[in-house]
């Protein structure tokens, strides 16, 4: 037996921080244009990895780096809201790889991404790995400025 009883559908309007959303987006957009043409100009590749917690993207991330390790100079920068249990596990490898806190959010944007590339020596890099905050939802509202979004989902 069904129990539900009506569907509460927000109206337009109804949600009051739109304008301030289309702002935070904007702007987003513009330093991930910035971080795109940084990371052209020194030749790096740059792949944004999304997905839910548990579709497998630091897995995917630690076989690439195994394989892709011999021929490309890597580095991984590893969205986590608290924790650096992923960043260890790809730390690992032999890779370098920096541990970004986002407190409570459940993505990671293009600003946070450019504090982290300042980090990095960009002519030693061929290849950076992003691993995003496991989310499947909030991330592709944000892109970082890589080159490629990789989303990894698991089915049953
Ligand atoms: N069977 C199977 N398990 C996987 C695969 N990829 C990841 N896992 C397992 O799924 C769990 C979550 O993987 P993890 O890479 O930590 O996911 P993440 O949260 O997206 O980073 C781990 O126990 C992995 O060993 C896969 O392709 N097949
Ligand atoms: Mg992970």
Known sequence: MVHLKEVVKAEEGEIYDIELEADLLKANEELATKNRELLNKHGVMAIDVMGSIGSGKTTLIEKLVQVLKKKYRIAVFKGDLTTTIDAERI????????????????????NVVAR?????????ID????E??????????FPLGTEKRVVVVSVT
């Open 127 to 130: 290849l950076l790995f992003i």
């Open 116 to 124: 982290a590339v300042e980090r990095i020596s960009l002519e030693d």
């Open 91 to 110: 730390g690992r490898h032999g890779v370098q790889v920096f541990n970004i806190n986002t407190g409570r959010e459940c993505h990671l944007d293009a």
């Open 132 to 141: 995003n905050v496991g989310n499947l939802i909030c991330p592709a509202e």
